[in-house]
């Protein structure tokens, strides 16, 4: 696909997976609009992004919202397909996680996950469709994670959410289709993100012994592999064998992995 001058919104592209999908879209001349709650921080992206244009003609705005409010999200839907002209593709990256015992976790970290994660995805799809369906032409990507594919112990709060995206994209793939609009959700391993780096100062001891058994990928690595799943038009961009090999054969897998989990939890509470 060739992506000089399509319109293209991000949320959550100040930071982690966004931010470098954005750059990398903007280095083959893509037009943006990133959206994230922190203006700083989408200022400090802006100036990232700017810096790998392919054309000084490029257009990138950044927008500040919390998507997980409903007004918010539409209302910045709206603004970012009229500052671009248009909409091709929309990237939702835009997350939260927040690791922790299910026993010990506030009730408003689970409810506030799901409104990030979930409701705000929602939100920005509804936005966006309308505009898509008009156009008869358009690309849906959701980031879910690969605690979309299977629950993680401590991740009570996160994978829910994520478990939720997959159906969302499941259900409105074939729905959308026949009305040219391509759906896809990726599942990312953990990736070297501020959010990994925060969701670090919570883990539960059982859910690092998990979690650590696994290298953290770089967000420019999974940057690539979201455009090369959008260029082969893939529904599951699972990055890696490991995520490859979980999005074919999870259910499969799930008790065995249940097994390698109980026995890594054990030896921790040991």
Partial sequence: MNFNQKNIIITGGSSGIGKATAQL?????????????????????????????????QKVFTLSADISIREEAENVMETGINLLGGVDILILSAGMAYPGYFRELPIEIFEQTMAVNYWGSFYCIRGILSKMIEQKYGKIIIISSGAGLI????????????????????????????????????????????????????????????????????????????????????????????????????????????????????????
């Fill in 25 to 57: 879209l903007a280095s083959l001349g893509a037009n943006l609009t990133i959206i994230a709650r922190n203006q700083t921080t989408l200022d400090q992206a802006r100036k990232e992004i700017d810096a790998v244009k392919l054309s000084q003609n």
């Fill in 151 to 270: 629950g993680i112990y401590g991740y009570t709060a996160y994978s829910p959410t994520k478990f939720a995206l997959r159906g969302l994209a499941e259900s409105l793939r074939g729905e959308l289709k026949p009305l040219g609009i391509q759906v896809s959700i990726v599942y990312p391993p953990d990736t070297n993100t501020p959010q990994l780096i925060a969701e670090n100062k919570t883990k539960p001891p059982e859910t690092k012994a998990i979690t650590g058994t696994v290298k953290p990928w770089e967000p420019e690595d999974i940057a690539q592999a979201i455009i090369q799943g959008i260029n082969k038009n893939k529904f599951a961009i699972a990055p890696g064998l490991e995520m490859k090999i979980l999005n074919y054969f999870h259910s499969l897998l799930f008790p065995l992995l249940n097994r390698y989990f109980d026995h890594l939890i054990k030896r921790i509470k040991s």
